[in-house]
């Protein structure tokens, strides 16, 4: 079970950040992704680790302005988002792939998904 937490509101230029907790069963070999959806548009790639390697991978235009994280204690993964634009606004998702090492970038590529968490980013 995935529970993500931490969305908001906040001006152009501003920071946020959204956290994804793993509950219930955790696997050795897994990936965490985070994919957001703006309406009317389809749900696209943000950033996604791999618990086993620490490799990341982000979305082009999120470069130099997210980072994703870890806590291995708490089974918690971070989306730090920093320089956000009005283009950022969008329901966020977190999503985890089993027994996977290599980060996914499509939806196809993960197992579980959490309820979204909003962000919004006015101008």
């Known amino acids: 079970q995935l529970q993500a937490s931490g969305g908001g ?4 230029g ?6 994804c907790a793993h509950s219930g069963a955790t696997f ?8 957001r959806q703006a309406p009317g548009k389809e749900r696209e790639f943000v ?9 990341t991978n982000y979305a ?3 470069k130099g302005r ?6 291995n204690a708490e089974n918690t993964v ?10 950022d606004t969008a329901v966020y998702y977190c999503a985890a792939g089993r027994f996977r090492t290599v980060v996914a970038t499509k939806p196809a590529g993960y197992d579980y998904w959490g ?6 980013v006015s101008s």
């Open 115 to 120: 309820l979204g968490t909003q962000v919004t």
């Open 47 to 55: 950033a996604g680790i791999s618990w086993s390697r620490g490799s």
């Open 66 to 71: 997210f980072t994703i994280s870890r806590a």
């Open 9 to 12: 509101s906040v001006q152009a």
């Open 78 to 87: 971070y989306l730090q988002m920093n320089s956000l634009k009005p283009e």
């Open 14 to 19: 501003g920071s946020l950040r959204v956290s």
């Open 60 to 62: 082009d235009s999120v």
């Open 28 to 35: 050795s070999s897994y990936i965490t992704g985070w994919f």
